[in-house]
């Protein structure tokens, strides 16, 4: 009995000092989520000014010769066969967040398996360690992975990434490029998102009913130039945005899985204590039979 109550001190000691670093990561990634939930908010609401601008161009150049009825601009396409398609995948670089990156590889796994039912080619470029060991484990191929962009994210490496699965798509190598991350929603959920970034989808009978902003180009014979400049930026912000976003995700959902971590331990500890107290009570009760055993004994 003298062991067994050893062995649940240890075991409740354990516990404890899961317990405390549960905790201190849980606080490590409240106090990083601020920061991060603030740059993903300023990030969205950036990307939203920024379509905004290029609709409203777009919607001017309707009545200037309607580039994009002739597939002028690199990155309109409507005549475009779909046949190989380029899929960009963000996950952390650390685990210890719950089902964050198990979610996003879901979600890429089942894109791949309903490109390949089109008998569509798929092309995988990786951000994140968490993803890149994934698929390197189930021995499927990457053309392209960083493992240092998820953590730490920034405009200059998100283009550098982006412009090359971009540059492809211009030489025709590809036929559509897509992003697939676990954004933030809010502090206590992720939602997956699936953007397509080429080719662009252009609307035109929607853009011509909603053609109501005036605005002025100059110079005036340069519109294509304007556009196709103004769509890189776009791209390139996509791509930083979803950065952003996955970083405040992934901190989000480690801060809730340390939370469950933390209060599964205390309530393990609760169970061992009650299950020690027994134990010495058990104990205690077998002493004193014993020793009454004894005395009868020497009567």
């Known amino acids: 009995m003298g062991n067994s109550l050893k062995d649940i001190r240890k075991e409740i000691s354990s516990i404890k000092n899961v317990q405390k670093t549960t905790r201190a990561m849980k606080l490590v990634a409240n106090s990083k989520l601020r920061k991060a939930v603030e740059a993903a908010k300023r990030s969205k609401i950036y990307a939203e000014k920024l379509n905004e601008v290029f609709n409203d161009i777009v919607q001017k150049t309707l009545s200037s010769g309607n580039i994009f009825e002739k597939n002028d601009i690199l990155y309109v396409d409507k005549d475009r066969v779909i046949k190989k398609v380029d899929i960009i995948f963000v996950t952390s670089d650390k685990g210890l967040c719950g089902a964050f990156n198990a979610n996003t590889i879901k979600a890429v796994v089942n894109i791949i398996n309903n490109y390949k039912s089109q008998d569509i080619k798929i092309r995988l470029r990786g951000i994140g360690k968490t993803g890149i060991r994934y698929f390197n484990f189930?021995?499927?191929?990457?053309?392209?992975?960083?493992?240092?962009?998820?953590?730490?994210?920034?405009?200059?490496?998100?283009?550098?990434?982006?412009?090359?699965?971009?540059?492809?798509?211009?030489k025709g190598a590809t036929d559509k490029v897509i992003i697939v991350h676990n954004g933030f929603k809010n502090m206590l959920s992720q939602e997956m998102k699936i953007t397509e970034i080429l080719p662009f989808k252009i609307d035109l009978n929607e853009l011509k009913e909603n053609n109501t902003g005036e605005m002025l180009i100059e110079p005036a014979d340069n519109e294509?130039?304007?556009?196709?400049?103004?769509?890189?930026?776009?791209?390139?912000?996509?791509?930083?945005?979803?950065?952003?976003?996955?970083?405040?995700?992934?901190?989000?959902?480690?801060?809730?899985?340390?939370?469950?971590?933390?209060?599964?331990?205390?309530?393990?500890?609760?169970?061992?204590?009650?299950?020690?107290?027994?134990a010495r009570q058990a104990a205690i009760t077998t002493e004193l039979v014993e020793i009454n055993a004894g005395v009868e004994a020497m009567k």
């Open 138 to 170: 189930n021995e499927i191929e990457l053309y392209d992975e960083s493992d240092t962009l998820s953590s730490n994210p920034s405009d200059e490496s998100a283009s550098e990434f982006i412009m090359k699965a971009v540059d492809d798509y211009i």
């Open 224 to 278: 294509k130039a304007i556009l196709e400049e103004l769509a890189k930026q776009y791209i390139n912000y996509n791509m930083f945005y979803a950065l952003i976003d996955s970083l405040a995700a992934e901190l989000s959902a480690r801060m809730q899985a340390m939370d469950t971590a933390t209060k599964n331990a205390s309530d393990l500890v609760r169970e061992l204590t009650i299950k020690l107290n027994k």
